[in-house]
């Protein structure tokens, strides 16, 4: 790629002529995406950044300085377009996580009042009784005591991560075997 080629291009495009920046995404895009698939962690998405990244590039094309690299102009804005989806994502898994600390220590604390009634609790309950000691206990400090996970890794003697893994594995066996044995999903009852 000849960046004064490149840079013919880009001033093209900034004069006026939008159909020259197809000619700059199809001189750019198998180094730009090399580089996504490198710097992002999350390969499915390569795509849809690197299109966000040209889009953005595009609306910003005044902003960039003819004579300098343009490739690693598009990289740093395809760098910044990972950074917010990273935010996202995190924000996401955060937002989840508390949804589903939240109505576990519902369910736990309707399981620890009788009633009879309930069949999802009755089947919770059922599913806390075959959980081991230690993920027992794990749930036991998270919810009934409402421990934060670096207290309950402080006591544990574990590594915080190791307990929202825990955490993670443990909701996710309970909601499966609740499941199984609630009569709408096809259990025993």
Same mark, same amino acid.
């Given at each position: ?28 895009? %198998?180094? $730009?995406? =090399?580089?996504? #698939?490198?710097?992002?962690?999350? +390969? @499915?998405?390569?795509? &849809? ?51 589903? %600390?939240? $109505?576990? =220590?519902?369910? #736990?604390?309707?399981?620890?009042? +009788? @009633?009879?009634?309930? &069949? ?53 066996? $309970? ?15």
């Amino acid at each position: 790629m000849d960046g004064d080629d490149l840079d013919q291009k880009i001033r093209a495009v900034v004069e006026g002529k939008t159909e020259s920046y197809r000619e700059v995404v199809l001189l750019t895009q %198998d180094r $730009l995406r =090399a580089y996504l #698939l490198h710097y992002c962690p999350w +390969p @499915d998405t390569i795509d &849809d950044v690197a299109q966000e990244t040209y889009l953005y590039a595009y609306e910003h094309l005044k902003d960039y300085s003819p004579g300098t690299n343009f490739l690693a102009w598009l990289r740093t804005l395809a760098k910044h377009r990972v950074q917010i989806l990273t935010r996202k994502l995190a924000n996401q898994a955060r937002r989840d996580r508390r949804y589903g %600390d939240a $109505l576990l =220590a519902e369910q #736990l604390a309707q399981a620890a009042e +009788p @009633d009879p009634g309930s &069949d999802r609790i009755e089947a919770l309950r059922g599913c806390l009784g075959k959980l081991g000691d230690r993920p027992r206990e794990i749930i036991t400090r998270r919810y009934s005591l409402g421990q934060t996970t670096h207290q309950i890794a402080e006591a544990l003697q574990m590594a915080r991560n190791h307990v929202l893994v825990l955490l993670f594995r443990i909701r996710e066996r $309970l909601r499966l075997c609740v499941q199984g044995q609630l009569p709408e999903a096809g259990g025993s009852s």
